[in-house]
DNA sequence: ACTTTGCAGTGTAAAAATTACACAAAATAG
DNA sequence: CTATTTTGTGTAATTTTTACACTGCAAAGT
């Protein structure tokens, strides 16, 4: 049946959400992408998201994609964009709210749902379906500029990691290269890590200090106006 | 008649654009706001805003708001958030794409349209609409982590302005005040401003030097990658 | 057990940016 | 002509940023 029930007096478009799903492998920044098993563009690679219930914030709408496609809940997530090209889906007018994600890769599995789920570099996604190569465009200039407000570089790293992965993901949010003893430097300066007693044994080079995220101190910096400039 | 003849086979939300209006008066910075005519919140101040059209993107459907409220075209604005609350508004479910302009104040004129629209400091905003409060909150926050990293300040001033009506407009975003010879040394080390030839005569007292921002200069400084550190 | 290899930890000196700060010149009002 | 207000301007002290090199640890290979 294609029963029409839902009726305006005025036209109205739909809405969806879409979340552009960011973890860090270590090393580089990646994205989370699900494969269209239906027309329009089916096989093409895109970002998870659907329709908007009416009961729901466009947040608890992302919330509940992002916890229906990879499992995970509480996720750190913010609204970057809407996009509202009037064609930019073939079978209507659809408007997407777009978000993005910052989870610890380790916690989500890659494709063994439903649909084919993966993660992709950066440097190394296909072209995607509708247009989301601009929402991930856009999705990225909005991180960029958030990690020199606030410290969510560490929604993306686990709860210890050393001073080399935070540098690598500062280097990969912001396409640049730091020095590694100014880089320390700074970072200590802020004083929102915890020098923990740990370290990575077993490694196969020299052990390197564990640091956590200190949200007390973050947020004690934060009440003096503090800026985070990165 | 109240034919209802939008039909979908599901329930769509009503998407309206809402425009945050900034001016500058050379001290303070304003908002414009309008004064509802109907139900709901009749009499209330309220941001110019309405209904999405479906042929227009959400841009294109602000500015137009922008054009028939105010009469401006081509002002600069910026989308900056979605407020989706299920009842945020009492009459339907509606989704506001909230942007914010930045217009010279002195080509608005205030408050002789069919509806009273009118300038407002932004310490003496009224209780608002809906949930414009908030939408203002937000539109502010955005405006000030903006200006850190491009020059929007210059939509706010004449083409032609002293260093104190920047000074002033900086302190007035920001929130904070500067030291009148260090902010001078700064801006123009930014090498984006062009001295006049002209001064503010007349003047009370003693005449001041023009400025104007010199688009060229700033284009170039950003292909090298420079950062508007403010 | 000794050597090699790779990565981690650490300090200092130079340069640049930021801050604090004061007086003289212009214009008007009385 | 005096008082008042606002503008233009420079320098020294401090802080922040940058550039840069060696030593220690652990494992793997000999």
Redesign the interface.
């Known amino acids: 049946m294609?029963?029409?029930?839902?009726?305006?007096?005025?036209?109205?478009?739909?809405?969806t959400t879409d979340c552009v799903i960011f973890g860090f492998d270590g090393t580089r920044l990646q994205v989370l992408l699900v494969q269209r098993g239906i027309e329009p563009y089916k096989g093409r690679w895109a970002f998870p998201g659907g329709?908007?219930k009416?009961?729901?914030?466009?947040?608890q709408g992302a919330l509940r994609e992002l916890q229906e496609e990879t499992g995970l809940t509480g996720a750190y997530i913010e609204?970057f964009?809407?996009f509202?090209?009037?064609n930019r889906d073939p079978r209507e007018?659809v408007?997407t709210?777009a978000y993005y994600a910052l989870v610890k890769i380790q916690q989500v599995q890659g494709g063994d749902d439903a649909d084919r789920a993966d993660w992709f570099a950066l440097d190394e996604v296909p072209p995607l379906a509708f247009d989301h190569d601009m929402i991930l465009r856009e999705a990225l200039k909005r991180l960029r500029?958030r990690i020199?407000?606030e410290p969510v570089g560490f929604e993306l790293l686990p709860e210890k990691f050393t001073m080399k992965q935070l540098q690598n993901l500062y280097e990969a949010i912001l396409d640049v290269r730091f020095d590694r003893r100014n880089f320390t430097k700074k970072m200590l300066h802020f004083n929102i890590l915890t020098q923990l007693d740990e370290t990575t044994r077993p490694t196969p080079k020299r052990e390197a200090f564990l640091y956590s995220f200190n949200q007390e101190s973050y947020n004690e910096l934060k009440q003096k106006g503090f800026r985070l400039e990165f």
Chains 1, 2 share one sequence.
Do not use: G, N, T
């Not at 009416?54 to 947040?59: A, G, P």
């Open positions: 294609d029963e029409k029930k839902f009726c305006y007096k005025y036209p109205h478009p739909a809405v329709f908007l009416m009961d729901e914030s466009c947040e609204q964009h809407a509202s090209d009037p007018r408007i709210i500029e020199h407000f």
